[in-house]
């Protein structure tokens, strides 16, 4: 069974930066393509930015060219990288391992239990 922990959320200014990381357990982590979404209070969840197996990458508008998604594949973890950050990136972040090699939705994909986020003006 697949868990994953995210860790780094916190209370950072407008214009600061924080690094999400999520840590897999149980294999395989390299064949899977991985994902963080995020929730704002009140609004669905939405996809961040997602990384394929094979290291293909893409993100949502309204973080392109702030966030950048990584992986460690001997570490079994995936980075969010973010900067410049602004107040309507707060929200809680989730980790998400797609079933498969690329970032196509399945019900076999599994979540995380997120990390809070709060970006103060």
């Known amino acids: 069974q697949v868990q994953l922990v995210e860790s780094g959320g916190g209370l950072v200014q407008a214009g600061g930066s924080l690094r999400l990381s999520c840590a897999a357990s149980g294999s395989p982590f390299s064949i899977n393509a991985m994902g963080w979404y995020r929730q704002a209070p009140g609004k669905q969840r939405e996809l961040v930015a997602a990384i394929a197996s094979f290291g293909e990458t893409r993100y949502s508008d309204s973080v392109k060219g702030r966030f950048i998604i990584s992986r460690d594949n001997d570490k079994h973890t995936v980075y969010l990288q973010m900067n410049s950050l602004k107040p309507e990136d707060t929200a809680v972040y989730y980790c998400?391992?797609?079933?498969?090699?690329?970032?196509?939705?399945?019900?076999?994909?599994?979540w995380g239990q997120g990390t809070q986020v709060t970006v103060s003006s």
């Open positions: 998400k391992r797609f079933s498969g090699s690329y970032y196509q939705t399945t019900p076999h994909d599994s």
